[in-house]
Nanobody
Framework: VQLQASGGGLVQAGGSLRLSCAASGVTFSSYAMGWFRQAPGKEREFVSA????????TYADSVKGRFTISRDNAKNSVYLQMSSLKSEDTAVYYC?????????????????WGQGTLVTVSS
């Protein structure tokens, strides 16, 4: 099983980025997908998740209205569209997969994790 996150980079505050996470070795459509992030010196935190059915999404309060999660089962991929970026969004972003999950905020419920992609927002 492999989750490959990509799309990170350096962006100015107020800008946008789209992260991608491509899955292989799993029946992607059976997995809830989540995004988490870890800023320097801080614990990993939940960002967003989508249920395996695609019927529900969840967002951290800090990103609600600015970030949008989506998935394309045909491409075995999940995306995180990030807009109105702030310096506090700077972190390594990780994607994770939870078999038949409903899109939980609890990181320990995820079965597989990607390697992370760095997002740096300059103010």
């Amino acid at each position: 099983v492999q989750l490959q996150a990509s799309g990170g980079g350096l962006v100015q505050a107020g800008g946008s980025l789209r992260l991608s996470c491509a899955a292989s070795g799993v029946t992607f459509s059976s997995y809830a997908m989540g995004w988490f992030r870890q800023a320097p010196g801080k614990e990993r935190e939940f960002v967003s998740a989508m249920a395996w059915t695609g019927s529900s999404t969840t967002y951290a309060d800090s990103v609600k209205g600015r970030f949008t999660i989506s998935r394309d089962n045909a491409k075995n991929s999940v995306y995180l569209q990030m807009s109105s970026l702030k310096s506090e969004d700077t972190a390594v972003y990780y994607c994770a997969a939870d078999r038949y999950g409903l899109g939980t905020r609890r990181s320990y419920e995820y079965d597989y994790w990607g390697q992370g992609t760095l997002v740096t927002v300059s103010s």
